[in-house]
């Protein structure tokens, strides 16, 4: 294995035809190239997606009502109905499978002009009454202070959490919205706290840099929505799946508010393990592409250097010949030719390994880091342990190359091969 | 040394078959020296391949040794040629791209002697055909001659019992052939059979015992010294 003489042979049968070398060589080179490329890619699509997730709670899902489309109990069809305030508790109470209801209710957006202001400053927000829950289902980063609580909620406190936007319009620099009163839509608001989102690929109609989160009974009582509820934000227990409690909080709901349970466009709904799914499945799709594309890629390579392997076998026949009259052994003679062809192979592969490597390292060294707005791409970077699998595969492939010539260089007789001219 | 008892063969060349060999006894014994002639076409070339298991008989026996050739693997047929047999070409056959050295130790190689071990033997061997000046030389910048003695010096090294020549001095000019010939007549006083195929009557002329092949069969088997003129040679002229 590590006769000098070996080597020399390869060496001087690879070098005789340098060009021709290079080019056999580049197409493993590009192969493994692509591939490392599109697995780079493939990663930093992946990464940037699911950072922009964040810990979203996956086992969620949003429910809303819309226009029955059935006539029902002597209501006709096209007829609005909103949910109640008693639904949050019927909710609880006759579905088992739930794990968390957080209600809410839209303020009024920022499309209607300046609605919050502070001192001199004013600007247009989203104003969304909320539960505490919600912070376990869409959860925020904790800038400043505290999110709602409970307590907030009972005694229906005008108090509000402010995106960190909010808080840089209203506020000065260095001055602290902790404990200062805003005005939204004319009431004044405790702040007690600022959050920094942490999902930004999922948004509820509006930027949540730019939202308030006030208690959902308080935005009942002071902008008079009654009992009102926009939708619900709804969990399923940790071991049952989302759609369960889709199905059985959309027929509940029917029941209470006189929908035919064969309506099934009277309550909208979204249910993100569903997307989630989708999502990794896509993500697999993906992946199996870039696999097969890659690996494609690399046997148009591999087997342009078993072509080129034959022909060097080819015009090396006479000197085989000389080898074998000489006492050289078929295993001999095989073992040479592909060790030759695995050297070629590997060094292609190992240098297109290393060039793709390189290069998504630089473009994520040079990406943007993705702070707070919507990412698709993020850390395009390669797995060692499938860089070790491509890199074994190219060693494997360049045996299978070697393999064909090899045997066509022995299954000549070595008379025959003598002769050859 | 080389027993062969009604050895044929014959070459199949699309659907009509050849038949080289029309049934050869022969008996070489161990030290002798012997040529082979006969016109182009005789078989002789074939013969020597055959001795030299380079190409397979379809009937007869074929003993090596004592040891009856048959039904041999490739590899077992490197292994004997390796061990018995030293081989010395017309063309030389040397490898262009190793010098002289590497080239007289290359069946050394095959033994799996160390690359230090066997330079070493090379050099001794190089000296023995006086090439030791020209031991880093590759084989291009030599002339025939000396690329013949080069040959020679590969084919010994492995200390074989048989050197098998075909056409050696076929390639080189009369005062170069000659040097060759004393060369295979030196070796063969150290006990080495010598099998040569020639065409040329003083070539084989220095040998023991003339083996004449016409048309795929021994015509003539003479030991030396009764040096009959070949009629079909006589006729060409």
Redesign the interface.
């Given at each position: 294995m590590f006769d000098r003489d070996r080597w020399y042979e390869i060496w001087s049968s690879l070098a005789k035809n340098k060009v021709r070398t290079f080019f056999t060589a580049f197409g493993v080179f590009w192969g493994i190239f692509m591939l490392m490329i599109m697995l780079g890619s493939g990663n930093g699509l992946e990464n940037g997606i699911t950072y922009g997730m964040g810990d979203l709670a996956t086992n969620s899902v949003f429910m809303w009502t819309r226009p029955t489309t059935e006539p029902y109990k002597g209501f006709p069809r096209n007829r609005r109905y909103y949910f109640r305030n008693d639904d949050i508790q019927a909710l609880k109470d006759n579905i088992p499978e739930i794990g968390l209801v957080a209600p809410r209710l839209e303020g009024g957006g920022r499309q209607s002009g300046n609605n919050v202001i502070y001192k001199q400053n004013a600007g247009a927000f989203n104003i969304y009454g909320d539960y505490p829950e919600w912070n376990k289902i869409d959860p925020a980063e904790m800038v400043q202070g505290r999110f709602l609580n409970a307590n907030d909620i009972n005694q229906a406190k005008k108090v509000a959490v402010i995106g960190r936007r909010v808080r840089e319009v209203l506020f000065e620099k260095e001055e602290d919205p902790i404990g200062k009163y805003i005005r939204i839509r004319g009431v004044y608001f405790q702040v007690i706290g600022v959050f920094k989102p942490k999902n930004m690929n999922f948004n509820f109609g509006g930027d949540k840099e730019q939202s308030i989160h006030i208690p959902f009974t308080t935005l009942q009582k002071v902008y008079n929505y009654g009992n009102i509820v926009a939708w619900f934000a709804l969990t399923s227990q940790p071991d049952v799946e989302v759609s369960v409690v889709e199905q059985k909080a959309a027929r509940l709901l029917k029941e209470r508010h006189n929908v035919s349970p064969d309506d099934h466009r009277a309550v909208g709904s979204v249910n993100l393990e569903k997307e989630f799914k989708q999502m990794t499945g896509l993500f697999m799709g993906i992946n199996g592409l870039i696999w097969i594309v890659g690996i494609g890629t690399l046997m148009a390579g591999v087997i342009g250097i078993s072509n080129i392997m034959l022909v060097i076998v080819k015009e090396r026949t006479k000197e085989i010949g000389i080898m074998r009259a000489l006492g050289a052994s078929p295993l001999k003679v095989i073992t040479q030719i592909v060790t030759e062809s695995v050297v070629l192979t590997s060094i292609a592969g190992y240098a297109g390994l290393v060039f793709g490597v390189l290069i998504m390292e630089l473009i994520d060294k040079n990406l943007p880091e993705p702070g707070n707005q919507e990412t698709m791409f993020m850390h395009p970077v390669i797995d060692f342990q499938v860089a070790v699998v491509a890199l074994t595969i190219v060693v494997f492939s360049g045996v299978l190359a070697g393999l064909v010539p090899a045997r066509k260089a022995v299954s000549i007789k070595p008379i025959d091969a003598l002769r050859y001219e | 040394m080389i027993k062969f008892n009604g050895i044929h063969k014959s070459y199949q060349t699309g659907n009509s078959s050849l038949h080289v060999l029309k049934g050869i006894d022969l008996e070489v014994t161990s030290g002798e020296m012997v040529a082979v002639m006969g016109s182009s076409g005789s078989g002789k070339s074939t013969l020597l391949?055959i001795i030299?298991l380079?190409?397979v008989h379809d009937g007869g026996d074929y003993y090596l040794d004592g040891k009856l050739v048959k039904d041999l693997n490739?590899?077992k047929a490197?292994?004997l040629?390796?061990?018995h047999l030293g081989?010395v070409?017309q063309s030389f056959?040397?490898?262009s791209?190793k010098n002289a050295v590497?080239n007289v130790a290359?069946?050394l190689?095959?033994?799996g002697i160390t690359?230090r071990k066997r330079n070493k033997i090379a050099m001794e061997y190089l000296e023995k055909v006086g090439l030791l000046p020209w031991s880093d030389h590759l084989p291009n910048e030599l002339s025939g001659g000396q690329k013949q003695r080069l040959a020679i010096a590969?084919a010994l090294i492995?200390n074989p019992k048989v050197i098998l020549a075909d056409e050696p001095t076929g390639a080189l000019d009369s005062v170069t052939s000659q040097e060759v010939m004393e060369l295979f007549t030196q070796i063969n006083k150290s006990g080495i059979t010598i099998i040569i195929v020639t065409h040329e009557n003083d070539i084989a002329h220095q040998t023991q015992r003339i083996i004449r092949l016409h048309d795929g069969k021994i015509e003539k088997d003479h030991k030396n010294g009764h040096f009959v003129p070949h009629t079909e040679f006589a006729k060409t002229i």
């Open positions: - | 391949n030299g380079l190409d490739e590899t490197a292994q040629r390796n061990k081989f070409f056959n040397l490898i791209f590497e290359l069946p190689y095959y033994q690359r590969r492995g």
